[in-house]
């Protein structure tokens, strides 16, 4: 593993001169809170190596060579995210397996699926869930980790021929810009919806109130224990607390068995301070907007052209557009159809 700026630098010259580079990450998502990028997994040629990002190394050497490179991604919209979060990190271009076996017509297109598929390769799923940031690796996690991207390359190749095969190749470039794009933008949570846990859409203003503080207390205690919010308080606990301020209900009751006294005393501090909330948050009011009996009439066309299209290609009709977007479309073409990416619009035209 690649831990030290020394084995960094003597690392670089071998990507430099690779003519592809394969890329996985791992992360601690079940394990911390916040999550951390914990590891890179890099493939090119004969070459298989792990990069740790926990480390006290300098990486900006390592991602101005990655900009160098077209990408050899699976499911990359997750992995864009964590390397633009935690490394500044856009790459210049990507070929995204996933997204080639969708618009290929793949069923099972996940990265063991399509190991075993076109490769005749069974890869292990144990250690997926595993704690990466935890130092060292087991020879079984550094393996499983490895083969993320180890394969991508064959992988990468036989897609490849057969989108090109299908005339495709335009869509999957077109795609998986957009995916960058899409993958990339920085978007600051929303402060009225970012408490507003499953379930709450049936809870009325004072519960929100709650419900609010609550979820501001189990934010605290996460950061605290570096532990997933979920660890602390599961959403369903928390709706069912907030109603059971509102009604009386002793909390006691509700609150689960293995919480500490510490802990039951802040839910029932946030509780207090949610009750005493002079102005609660409304509930969340979707008004749809009637569609007038043109509008419909040319819904109906979209989906049966893109629903023909989808049989005939044998793709997903979601990847063409999804049902909101044809709304959009049919309420106004034009202001609308610049979501749409140009093949996409190219068989919603036809």
């Known amino acids: 593993m690649i831990d030290t700026d020394q084995k960094l630098e003597a690392f670089l010259p071998r990507l430099r001169a690779a003519e592809w580079v394969a890329l996985d990450t791992e992360a601690d998502s079940l394990h911390a809170y916040p999550e951390k990028l914990c590891l890179l997994q890099l493939s090119f040629a004969s070459v298989d190596e792990l990069v740790d990002p926990l480390a006290a190394m300098k990486l900006v050497p390592l991602f101005a060579e990655f900009q160098r490179h077209e990408m050899l991604m699976h499911g990359a919209d997750y992995d864009l995210r ?3 979060r935690h490394c500044d990190f856009v790459p210049t271009a990507i070929f995204d397996t996933m997204l080639a076996a969708r618009l290929l017509g793949f069923a099972q297109f996940g990265l063991t699926s399509l190991v075993a598929q ?3 390769v069974k890869l292990e799923k144990g250690p997926q869930k595993a704690n990466w940031a935890r130092r060292p690796l087991t020879p079984r996690m550094e393996a499983y980790a490895l083969n993320d991207s180890h394969y991508l390359k064959p992988l990468a190749d036989i897609l490849r021929a057969q989108l090109t095969e299908k005339g495709r190749l335009p869509w999957h470039r077109e795609s998986c810009a957009r995916l960058i794009a899409d993958s990339t933008q920085i978007q600051s949570p929303d402060p009225d919806l970012q408490w507003r846990v499953k379930g709450s859409h049936q809870l009325r203003p004072g519960e929100l109130a709650v419900l609010r503080e609550l979820w501001h207390w189990r934010e605290a205690e996460a950061i605290a224990a570096n532990k997933p919010p979920f660890f602390v308080l599961s959403p369903d606990v928390m709706v069912n607390l907030a109603v059971a301020a509102l009604t009386g209900r002793s909390l006691e009751e509700v609150m689960p068995r293995h919480l500490s006294p510490r802990r039951r005393r802040g839910i029932s501090k946030a509780t207090e301070k949610g009750l005493a909330v002079e102005q609660p948050p409304s ?4 008004h749809t907007r009637r569609q007038s009996e043109a509008e419909r009439k040319r819904l109906r066309e979209l989906i049966r052209r ?3 299209s989808a049989a005939e290609l044998a793709l997903d009709p979601t990847l063409i557009a999804s049902r909101s ?4 479309l049919a309420q106004d073409w034009e202001n609308h159809q610049g979501n749409l990416m140009q093949w996409q619009r190219a068989l919603l035209q036809a």
Do not use: A, G, V
């Not at 509930?283 to 979707?286: A, F, G, I, K, Y």
């Open 82 to 84: 964590l390397l633009l």
């Open 118 to 120: 076109l490769l005749d």
């Open 283 to 286: 509930p969340l009011r979707h």
């Open 306 to 308: 893109r629903d023909q």
């Open 325 to 328: 977007t044809l709304i959009e």
